[in-house]
Each structure stands twice: as C-alpha cells, then as structure tokens.
C-alpha cells in the first residue's frame, strides 16, 4: 500500500497566527514536525500542503510542498485537494503543531488502514485536569478496535462510581484521549469531504463524527503516547523546556 504523509499547514491560525514558523530551539515547528514523520517506516513520502507561500519556503528545504486553496475549512479538505492531485492507496494526515509526535504511532495509524478505511489513534488518559476538559476529546470503541463514538464530554459515565473522586474513577476505567491523526484510504477521503456537516459534528463541533455518522468505521489503535502540541504562543516554552528534557 502506498500511504502518503501529509502535514496541513496554514498561517492564519486565530491564536498563534504563524505557527508553523514559530522557533522552537532554533528550528520551525514545522521542520520539526516533518523530521519525525520522515523516522516513520510506513509513509512513502512527506508533503506539506499549505496555501502560504512563507510556509511553503521553510518547508521546501526538508519536504515535498502541494500549494492548496486558502478557503479549506479543514485540513481534512485541504489533504483532500492533494489527494485529487497526487493518487495514492491511502494517506496520513499528521497535525502540523506536533513536533513530538512518534514515528510509531504513525506507523501504527498507517498499518490500521490495511483493516479499516479510516483510523486513528487514542492513548489512556493520565492527567486528572484532562478528564472533564472538553478540549481533551474522549473515545470508546470495541473489542475489535472500531470507534463507537467521539465526544467532548467524559464517556462513558461511570454510574457506580460517579460520585467518587476523578482519580479513583480513572483507576476504574482506562479513559481513552484520542489523538489527532488521522489515516483515509483514498476512495474514503474523497467521499467524507463531499458530504455535509453531520448533525452530530455540528452538535460536538468534531469532524471524525461525520464519519460514523455515515457508517464509516473509523479503527483506533491504542497507543502509549501523550502528545504535546503547540496551540498557543506560550506553549513554546513548554516544547522548548520538554527538548531539553530529552536531551539531558
């Protein structure tokens, strides 16, 4: 199978406008996100598709570049226009803002596509404030691995334990966080961008439901990973000091 990775990058972003070229130890976010899919096994190739000729010359240097139209209302759309331009089996669709994102769990997500059309990952859930948090978004899914549902909200309710503190309810439970990556064989990428916006995406406001809301099994392995992303200016110190963590 070939599987493309594909980094969706755009500078407008409302809160950290120019993200992907924000230093973090004297390399862009984006180089350093395209350095840990290029240690992936599973991908073929590494393109960044953006709509921004600033983001484009950085990542040059380190990958392959697909200009897309700036009017996409996800990244999802925008690896979609790629996807019409560059035929391949499958494609994984890696959040530009991780630069300590696992090759494995790439991999992981990359291998799943053999077994479903449309997967993604979630790691166990450790740190007590992200369990009611509803930017830290929560899946269950089956024995065999398929999603059953995404949702902001902490699921599912643990009845007989409720009233119990958060810690003890997450020693009864292994709470699943999902990660955002995504992987889309090519025939199922091009069909879930052409369909609206599902009543539970819109309710939730999270676009994988539209998947399950059309019967789409969306696989999800689970993996030992706890991703650190950069979504605001402040969280490059974080990434910074985790970089010097690792190399002490």
Same mark, same amino acid.
């Given at each position: 199978?070939?599987?493309?990775?594909?980094?969706p990058?755009? *500078?407008?972003?409302?809160?950290?406008?120019?993200?992907?070229?924000?230093?973090i130890?004297?390399?862009?976010?984006?180089e350093r996100?395209?350095?840990?899919?290029?240690?992936?096994?599973?991908?073929?190739?590494?393109?960044?598709a953006t709509?921004?000729?600033?983001?484009?010359?950085?990542?040059?240097r380190?990958a392959?570049?697909e200009m897309?139209?700036p009017d996409?209302?996800?990244?999802t759309?925008r690896?979609?226009?790629l996807?019409?331009?560059?035929?391949?089996?499958?494609y994984?669709n890696?959040?530009?803002?991780?630069?300590?994102?696992r090759?494995s769990v790439?991999?992981?997500v990359?291998d799943?596509?053999n077994? /479903?059309p449309m997967?993604?990952?979630?790691?166990?859930?450790?740190?007590?404030?992200?369990?009611?948090?509803p930017?830290?978004?929560k899946?269950v899914?089956?024995?065999?691995?398929r999603?059953l549902? /995404?949702s902001?909200?902490?699921?599912?309710?643990?009845r007989?334990?409720?009233?119990?503190s958060?810690?003890?309810?997450?020693s009864?439970?292994? /709470?699943?966080?999902?990660?955002?990556?995504y992987? *889309?064989r090519?025939e199922?990428?091009?069909?879930?961008?052409e369909?609206?916006?599902?009543a539970?995406?819109a309710?939730e406001r999270?676009e994988?439901?539209?998947?399950?809301?059309?019967?789409?099994?969306?696989g999800?392995?689970q993996?030992?990973?706890?991703?650190l992303?950069v979504?605001?200016?402040?969280?490059v110190?974080?990434a910074e000091?985790a970089?010097?963590?690792?190399?002490?």
């Amino acid at each position: 199978m070939t599987i493309l990775g594909v980094i969706p990058a755009r *500078y407008a972003s409302t809160r950290f406008p120019g993200k992907p070229l924000a230093l973090i130890a004297g390399k862009t976010l984006i180089e350093r996100v395209i350095a840990q899919c290029r240690r992936a096994q599973s991908l073929s190739d590494v393109i960044v598709a953006t709509d921004d000729d600033r983001i484009a010359a950085v990542a040059s240097r380190f990958a392959q570049v697909e200009m897309t139209s700036p009017d996409h209302p996800s990244g999802t759309d925008r690896i979609a226009e790629l996807a019409r331009k560059r035929p391949a089996d499958a494609y994984v669709n890696i959040q530009g803002d991780e630069p300590f994102i696992r090759p494995s769990v790439i991999d992981a997500v990359a291998d799943a596509l053999n077994r /479903f059309p449309m997967t993604t990952a979630s790691t166990p859930i450790q740190d007590l404030s992200e369990y009611d948090n509803p930017n830290t978004v929560k899946v269950v899914a089956s024995r065999a691995g398929r999603a059953l549902y /995404f949702s902001r909200r902490t699921i599912p309710y643990l009845r007989d334990a409720a009233g119990e503190s958060v810690a003890t309810q997450l020693s009864r439970f292994p /709470f699943q966080k999902h990660l955002g990556i995504y992987g *889309y064989r090519r025939e199922t990428l091009l069909k879930l961008v052409e369909w609206p916006v599902s009543a539970l995406e819109a309710a939730e406001r999270l676009e994988q439901l539209r998947a399950l809301e059309n019967g789409i099994e969306v696989g999800v392995v689970q993996v030992v990973h706890d991703s650190l992303g950069v979504d605001l200016p402040g969280d490059v110190a974080r990434a910074e000091a985790a970089l010097a963590l690792e190399s002490a």
